[in-house]
């Protein structure tokens, strides 16, 4: 069973940083280490967004929007992936979602979220 789960989101004042987290487990995450991942943003009314991504070796990409800001991390002993964002923007909020890249399918040969994480970035 596949199983996403992602943490530490919440709400912060421009100019602030937060620490997201997901850890990722079941049969597809076996080889954790050779999958590209990546951390998806979803604002209201909006559609879901790669925003940043990182290989199996390690090399991390950013969307434009978020370069100089955002790192993206990996522990593979772990299965975790982590996105540090520093100097939030309110343009920033959404509902953030990790995945691999592309996203996994489920059981049901569909793709695969999980519950994802809330950021709020007031102005």
């Known amino acids: 069973q596949v199983q996403l789960v992602e943490s530490g989101g919440g709400l912060v004042q421009a100019g602030g940083s937060l620490r997201l987290s997901c850890a990722a487990s079941?049969?597809?995450?076996?080889?954790?280490?050779?999958?590209?991942m990546g951390w998806y943003r979803q604002a209201p009314g909006k559609q879901r967004d790669l925003v940043a991504f990182?290989?199996?070796?390690?090399?991390?990409n950013y969307t434009d929007s978020v370069k100089g800001r955002f790192g993206i991390s990996r522990d593979n002993a772990k299965n975790t992936v982590y996105l540090q964002m520093n100097s939030l923007k309110p343009e920033d909020s959404g509902v953030y979602f990790c995945?691999?890249?592309?996203?996994?399918?489920?059981?049901?040969?569909?793709?695969?979220w999980g519950q994802g994480t809330q950021v709020t970035v007031s102005s």
């Open positions: 079941g049969s597809i995450f076996s080889f954790f280490s050779h999958k590209m």
């Open positions: 995945n691999g890249v592309p996203p996994v399918l489920g059981g049901d040969l569909k793709t695969f």
């Open positions: 990182i290989t199996s070796g390690g090399s991390a």
